[in-house]
């Protein structure tokens, strides 16, 4: 996604409320923002438990004030089709890849839509086990399956078997964004009780915001609304149609809340019925600095009627890096003309990031790009499609990555592996690998910045147990670029040694075949099932 220069830091703050379950708070430090000696700190909340805050609208027409008829509707509404989720889940422990955490118990909300699917938060149901869902008036639950889960846009759809459960439910029709100050009203299963809730607001903002789950930068609409926890997933109603999914607050504040609006949604929607599975959202693979200042546009001979915004960096993977250059001005994008903040026109006089024209575009679709190079417009088109970051910001459903050789354990770097390190895990964990992970490109597909985590002691590995939390770049002799090519190099080793060249120019040489022998004896003292996670498992089997 581009990004005008803003330093983006997420944070993972893991809270327990009361209840007669265990519930989950998710905190990011959703975005940092420089200025000057300052910075200036904005946290978003999301919370996938019976304990969660959260944000959800439904939208009305131009009126100030939902009436109460409106909230009956809504109510009327959603009595056949907001279903109350439970989900049992179980996250990995990414300071000791081979184990996962205890379980949990958490609550969500969700709604029908047609096609028999239940839309909702894909944080309701990460990491799940096992899902159950129960509709209002019923004392049953019943086992429903995952789908389809799109983390970055924190939605996932759901699909129950049973017959019975379906009985009597009726979809809820999809409508559209609403406008500022129009009433919504948000159906869900917040604590404090068992049966439905429905709390009222109107909107107050629309534009791109920080989605804690995914940590991706997406259209969302603000209301003010009195948002409690277990809201996640519910419809916000405007009129008779659905305006968008509650999904996050805003901490510290009082009744703000977030509604993921149609248009994501929908493109969610879409990507899975063409594809059969969760697509992405596309990103042109710039970090653009805005050109407010006038010094900066006459040095690069922008003329008075023009308006743009800097190239900055540009993805090594994205097709735009094949076109455009490093000082590049962007003046449009598929002809919408871009200010020099980076907004573009978006409904009356409202104004958005053009991220937002970027996110909607489907994977592989074509863009036209109006570009300014030494002073000369140039148009260009460019091919968009979802781009991978060098450090992954999240791994949900999915086990981590690990390789142990002589004690010595090896991880691809990921966030999740940081936020390992606390709350402050931003100030408290190794400061090299935090500023990697934020601000480092990817060079080629595929590539992985592999790290030894920890060495498990033994007399094979004494005096390396410092060497830990280091990058790993050579294994005799050859460049590393992902942890399967790690693990190839070391099983394929035909030397008598093998040698590992790590960070900061330090270096460990370890036996290979006494190495291979005390493995086997690590694993076991620490009860270890085996040497490499699963996945790696299955790559090293694929004939070479």
Not at 214 to 223: D, H, P, V
Request: with cysteine; net charge neutral; hydrophobic share 35%.
């Amino acid at each position: 996604m581009l990004r005008i220069v803003r330093r983006t830091v997420r944070k993972l703050e893991l809270t327990s409320g009361g209840g007669d379950c265990d519930h989950r708070s998710l905190t990011r430090r959703s975005s940092y923002i420089e200025s000057g000696n300052k910075l200036v700190e904005t946290r978003r909340t999301l919370c996938s438990s019976a304990n969660e805050k959260k944000s959800g609208v439904g939208l009305v027409p131009p009126k100030s004030n939902c009436g109460d008829s409106d909230v009956y509707s809504a109510v009327e509404l959603a009595l056949d089709s907001v279903v109350k989720i439970f989900t049992v889940s179980t996250s990995p422990n990414y300071s000791l890849p081979w184990q996962n955490k205890s379980q949990r118990e958490s609550t969500g909300s969700g709604f029908v839509i047609s096609a028999n699917r239940i839309l909702t938060n894909a944080h309701v149901v990460a990491d799940h086990t096992f899902v159950l869902v129960r509709k209002h008036g019923s004392p049953t639950k019943h086992r429903a399956t995952v789908h389809a889960i799109g983390h970055e846009c924190d939605l996932a759809i759901l699909l129950v078997q049973s017959h019975h459960f379906w009985h009597g439910m009726y979809p809820l029709d999809l409508g559209h964004v609403p406008f500022l100050q129009q009433a919504v009203a948000v159906v869900g299963y917040p604590q404090g009780g068992d049966n439905i809730s429905v709390t009222k607001g109107v909107v107050s903002r629309v534009e791109p915001t920080q989605y804690v789950h995914g940590a991706t930068q997406l259209l969302a609409i603000q209301i003010d609304a009195a948002i409690n926890p277990g809201n996640s997933g519910g419809p916000a109603i405007m009129g008779n149609k659905v305006a968008g999914v509650a999904f996050q607050n805003l901490s510290g504040a009082e009744n703000i809340g977030y509604i993921i609006p149609i248009p994501v949604v929908k493109h969610f929607l879409a990507g899975v019925e063409e594809s059969g599975n969760y697509v992405g959202f596309c990103s042109l693979g710039l970090s653009c600095q805005p050109t407010e200042n006038v010094q900066l546009r006459e040095y690069f001979r922008m003329r008075p009627d023009l308006t743009g915004v800097l190239v900055s960096k540009i993805n090594p993977l994205s097709d735009a890096h094949k076109i455009l250059k490093k000082d590049d001005i962007v003046l449009a994008f598929d002809s919408i003309p871009i200010a020099n903040d980076g907004t573009v026109h978006f409904r009356n006089r409202e104004r958005i990031t053009f991220d937002h024209l970027v996110s909607m575009k489907k994977p592989n679709e074509t863009a036209a790009v109006k570009v300014l190079r030494n002073g000369e417009e140039h148009e260009f088109t460019i091919t968009l499609r979802p781009l991978g970051s060098l450090v992954p910001v999240h791994q949900f459903d999915r086990l981590p990555s690990y390789f142990i050789f002589g004690g010595l354990v090896f991880i691809p770097l990921t966030q999740p592996y940081l936020h390992e390190y606390g709350e402050d895990w931003y100030n408290t964990s190794p400061r090299r690998l935090c500023e990697r992970a934020l601000r480092e490109l990817p060079k080629k597909a595929g590539e992985q910045l592999v790290i030894l985590s920890q060495v498990l002691m033994d007399d094979i590995n004494a005096g390396y147990e410092r060497l830990a939390e280091l990058q790993v770049k050579k294994v005799n002799g050859i460049e590393i670029e992902n942890l399967a090519q790690l693990c190839r190099l070391v099983g394929e080793c035909k030397e008598e040694s093998v040698r590992f060249d790590l960070d900061d120019d330090r270096v460990i040489v370890l036996n290979y075949d006494r190495a291979k022998v005390a493995t086997s004896q690590i694993l076991k003292r620490h009860r270890i099932s085996s040497a490499m996670s699963l996945d790696l498992v299955s790559q090293q089997d694929v004939p070479r």
